[in-house]
């Protein structure tokens, strides 16, 4: 669904950052119902490619950090990653899910933003192929996901692979603090993308000045990663579009207050 066919009810949106991930293991089923329960407008999950092909769900290039066991995700097979303990053996076991259990789980509940893994300096990286868009992109046909679904990075070439692919499909291209939002705006308005995504402090600075540009090019405006009261009300209320939150039992309550005003 292109972006300019989202309902405007749709907005402000809380997305629930690699799941509800202040309360359950991050990037696995559970973690993503729980924020679909908690209201979440939005679940953001990070995409990579195992040795064989499969697009499965995972943040860092190596599982040590958040399984029970250790390695690049691009050097294990499937059958490997699947035998890993998502929660790092502390919970109840978890399975890493591949994407297409992820979508198949979650289409007609929540929209879903899919942030994909194929960064330069890591060993995995193969752009301009961009094997791990065309995979995404082809999951995404398949599973006849119903909702909203957004493809971005921080790789700007993985962005314009998928806007090359699905002109249609919501793009978005994710900064840092280190990178100034106006020139990622510009970028974003020259290459046809729908939002740019920058660091909440980057944004603070950059002002609402910077939102009202954006807005009138037709660019959304979201922010990563905010778990204070506090600042998710300043975002809104500087006129932030979605606000990326790891507890949206938190953040939810805050949205409805400003749909509320603006209703």
Do not use: C
């Not at 939005?42 to 950090?65: C, I, N, Q």
Request: hydrophobic content about 45%; cysteine-free.
């Amino acid at each position: 669904m292109a972006l300019s066919k989202i309902d405007r009810q749709f907005w402000p949106a809380i997305v629930a950052h690699r799941g509800a991930s202040a309360t359950h293991p991050e990037n696995t089923l559970s973690s993503f119902l729980a924020a679909a329960l908690a209201g979440a407008d939005m679940v953001e999950l990070d995409v990579r490619l195992t040795a064989d092909g499969v697009p499965v769900v995972l943040h860092d290039l190596d599982v040590s950090r958040t399984t029970d066991g250790s390695g690049s995700v691009h050097l294990m097979t499937l059958k490997e990653i699947k035998a890993l303990d998502a929660t790092g053996g502390r919970g109840p076991r978890a399975e890493i899910p591949t994407l297409q259990e992820v979508l198949e789980a979650l289409s007609g509940r929540v929209a879903v933003d899919l942030e994909i893994k194929n960064l330069p300096g890591e060993p995995s990286f193969d752009s301009p192929r961009e094997t791990i868009v065309l995979e995404t992109l082809r999951l995404i046909e398949e599973t006849r996901f119903d909702g909203i679904v957004l493809v971005s990075s921080f790789n700007w070439l993985s962005i314009e692979r998928a806007k090359e692919q699905s002109p249609d499909l919501p793009t978005g291209l994710i900064t840092t603090a280190a990178v100034d939002p106006w020139a990622a705006l510009v970028y974003v308005r020259g290459n046809g993308h729908d939002l740019l995504l920058p660091q909440a402090s980057a944004l603070v600075a950059a002002g609402e000045a910077f939102l009202d540009a954006a807005h009138a090019d037709g660019i959304r405006i979201g922010s990563w990663t905010v778990d204070e009261p506090e600042a998710v009300e300043r975002l809104f209320a500087m006129g932030v579009d979605a606000i990326a939150t790891n507890d949206p039992a938190m953040a939810v309550p805050i949205r409805d207050r400003f749909r509320a005003r603006a209703s």
